[in-house]
């Protein structure tokens, strides 16, 4: 096979093909949260399943996570309702729908609204373990083992406005963060037993197409050797996203390299390479997730963030990860996070952030004079924001009456959240256009035959940084993971 | 040929020809001015060259524009030193680089900012005059027949602090607009003069390729029937952009979809696809121009820009494109330019624009309950700026101080350039990346053999929509589509 030419970039001619090395019905790129579940349920079906890793065991991406998952719907889960809130798989559609951004998926949107609770009981019945547990404060992730907290902008303006608030962020029951790792080993023990084959530090080169595109195979590097694997029925993308192709990123999201910290583990953007190598369309390349996570406390909530124009531009009681996208946009690195004396607290993650104190004085004018900021730039803005935070209100930005306070309890301290110094780290939204069905399709949204995409990978519900809410990776992932590995194996 | 499956996404193989109805050097797809002006360096190394058109003359939307090409360097034009202004390739140079934002094509830059002269130069000497005459008001394009004009952002910050400040803008000599319909029926008269052989009314349906993705020729349509047309050295893609396919756009660039107006012709994107059905990496495709053509006259430029909150957002001497980028990345749909009495007049394409009077009054309060705008939000930006005005400052978006004037006399005025319901007018700047020679490239850099792209279908100089000035798609259509014609003609 040496001389012949393919690349993630060009797939390999079945004609060309000699023999196959190995053969089955379903082949799944990538052992993360939705590689897992696509072998999964295709292993079900009674398939015969390979699943090719490039890394040296499992989890991908999904195991540096949280393990979070953002489910409700049809009432709500046990936790959600022992919480006290019942969630309406209406409200969870609008809230998805927004979060989606100028171009949601709807049709996705709707399936995974319809079936979220279901999804969840799935995840269980694999034997994730959640607590019935729910913590109220607004955080970043439990570093305890409980479950259900407030993972994005529910409570927010313009959320709040279109969907009943809910939380709907699961944790799995690990004791401290990184339950993704927990997650990824339970669903890993089901793989193996359900008989799923399973290749590592096994590289996806090429795809194996014929002449009109239609996917048969794939060929695999590993050990310095090539391999030709068939796959009668189809082959499933779930190799992460791009961030850690800094040239993919700089061509397709340049704007997001103001953030320097990219999340990731391959991410490589090879899945997304190989869907295209064959017609796949790529979508929505531009937008990412970018966050700082400022809080917790979540009195810092009833703080003001301001430009170095001295102007706020958001309700800061929405989700880090939505603060964060809108800093990204402000012209200048320069960015201050503003507290008075009754609101101030240290930052839980301030030093692992960078986030240390810029200037702090008796008056915003002094604060204002030692950040060198226009003079009475950051003085006018605290005066208009304190003003109504005095009666409840926030017109500009309609921030939660709850989280308003006039800041005027000297010493005044502005935090520091310089873009290029703070850890705002980042991962991408976009990649291969797919149908629910996990299909992947092309430019005219005709399916690729034979190609399915999950995770970061395809283009999934999670498709806009400005309406990112944590969990929702995961959620897709998993939900529309397994859509992919049932498709795949009922293709006739 | 009709049980063959090929389409704009999928390359017709090779192997399945059975015979060539045509066969040419280089074959030109699109007759825009990239593609006009491939065609004619093609031709004139001696090669047979075919160009195909969709419509049923030459024109493309290079033909709606006003003709304008932005160049400078070397000294300058003699229009640019007859105005009294030299103008150094370096500063071409620097002002290009930053037009293209973060991920400008330093290569394309460098090769246009040292042969633009020429190249120019060039134009002329196809027929194409030009006035030697300087406006020195800001305007938009030329409504007589003069050829200078300040078109983009180069007195303004930052550019100004990067560039040394020259007008690159030149206007063909063409009494009024539409000075583009004029460079085209030149340049058109330049093709037939070369022996191109052009037919119109025929759409290129499918690249055809071989094995590995090298591409040998094209199918076309016209009069309903499939025609297969080879090309021996190569073929280019000058097919515009894809603003008109509004599901390609909500799916790369939906933020744009807030801009109601698309401007082009054709641009259905199929450039773009036939490139990526052969590996042609696409890029950027977030990036568009958007613009609202807020002045002349001039003097509007000493009011300000404020959005829904009161706040303003840029320095409003800026090209008007840039200042209506920064317009689409605010929250919220209500956009207003204060002026007062001395700086009030009538926006010239105020109708056009749909520009309106909002609100009029005697103080800024009275204006700010008039607009409806949140309590103290309007007066406190004003108050700011006219404070720092009357001392020729404005620290906070840098202003040039000639356009710095206290807004204060009455009757103060808000016009109304709301984004749902003003002239904002787009293009896309995203498209295939290709090298400086036009040669379309895959995702790891690596040339597609036979393929070339130029103007709107490839992403060229311009590139980013807070950088764009007028002239500089004409400049990157007209002068990577003469490389990719020379360079295609001439390959072994």
Same mark, same amino acid.
């Given at each position: ?13 079945? @004609? ?42 499992? @989890? ?19 936790? &959600? ?27 996705? *949107? ?13 995840? &269980? ?10 913590? =109220?404060?607004?955080? !970043?992730? =439990? ?39 927990? $997650? ?8 193996? %037993?359900? @008989? *799923? ?37 189809? *082959? ?14 700089? +061509? ?34 531009? %937008? ?33 990860? +939505? ?43 002094? !604060?204002?004079?030692?950040?060198? $900021? ?12 304190? +003003? ?43 990649? $291969? ?5 996990? %299909? ?20 999934? $519900? ?31």
């Amino acid at each position: 096979m040496s001389d012949i030419a393919y690349s993630r970039n060009l797939p390999c001619r079945l @004609g060309l093909v000699s023999r196959w090395d190995q053969e089955a019905d379903v082949i799944v790129v990538g052992f993360g949260a939705a590689g897992a579940c696509a072998a999964l349920e295709a292993a079900r079906t009674g398939a015969k399943v390979l699943l090719v890793e490039g890394g040296a065991g499992s @989890g991908g991406t999904s195991a540096l996570s949280g393990g979070e998952i953002y489910v409700g719907g049809n009432g709500g889960t046990a936790m &959600q309702r022992s919480a006290g809130f019942s969630d309406a798989t209406e409200d969870l559609y609008n809230y998805l729908l927004l979060s989606g951004g100028p171009n949601a998926d709807e049709a996705k *949107v709707r399936l995974y609204a319809d079936h979220s609770l279901r999804h969840f009981e799935w995840l &269980q019945a694999q034997g994730v373990k959640y607590k019935n547990s729910f913590i =109220p404060q607004r955080i !970043v992730e =439990p570093a305890t083992d409980d479950c259900l907290i407030w993972s994005g902008s529910e409570e927010a303006w313009p959320f709040c406005e279109q969907a009943k608030p809910c939380p709907r962020g699961h944790t799995p029951q690990w004791m401290g963060m990184g339950g993704g790792r927990y $997650l990824m080993d339970v669903l890993t023990q089901r793989v193996q %037993e359900a @008989g *799923v084959e399973v290749h590592y530090n096994t590289r996806a080169v090429a795809l194996i197409a014929d002449d009109v595109n239609a996917v048969h195979g794939l060929v695999v590097r590993g050990d310095n050797v090539d391999r030709c694997l068939r796959a009668h029925k189809g *082959v499933v993308l779930c190799a992460g996203g791009f961030v850690m192709n800094r040239d993919m990123v700089r +061509r397709h999201a340049p704007q997001v390299l103001r953030s320097q910290f990219p999340i990731g583990t391959v991410d490589d953007g090879s899945g997304i390479l190989l869907g295209q190598s064959v017609g796949g369309a790529a979508i929505n390349m531009a %937008e990412c997730f970018v966050t700082l996570p400022w809080y917790p406390p979540e009195s810092l909530i009833k703080g003001i963030f301001v430009n170095e124009r001295g102007q706020r531009f958001i309700n800061e009681d929405c989700y880090h990860g +939505r603060v964060s996208q809108h800093i990204m946009q402000q012209a200048g690195n320069r960015i201050f996070l503003l507290q008075d004396q009754e609101t101030y607290a240290e930052p839980e993650f301030g030093q692992f952030a960078k986030i240390g104190i810029a200037a702090a004085g008796e008056t915003w004018a002094e !604060v204002e004079r030692d950040l060198d $900021l226009p003079a009475g730039a950051l003085v006018s803005t605290v005066e208009l924001y304190n +003003r109504n935070a005095a009666v409840g209100s926030d017109p500009l930005f309609h921030k939660g009456r709850k989280w308003l306070k006039p800041l005027t309890a000297p010493p005044l301290v502005a935090l520091d959240c310089r873009i290029d110094i703070c850890f705002y780290s980042h991962f991408t939204l976009g990649g $291969l256009d797919t149908l629910p069905t996990g %299909e992947v399709v092309d430019a005219d949204r005709r399916p690729v035959p034979g190609l399915y995409a999950a995770g970061r990978t395809a283009c999934g $519900l999670p498709r806009w940084g400005a309406g990112y809410s944590s969990g929702m990776s995961l959620a897709d992932c998993t939900f529309f993971g397994r859509q992919a590995g049932i498709q795949a194996a009922r293709r006739a």
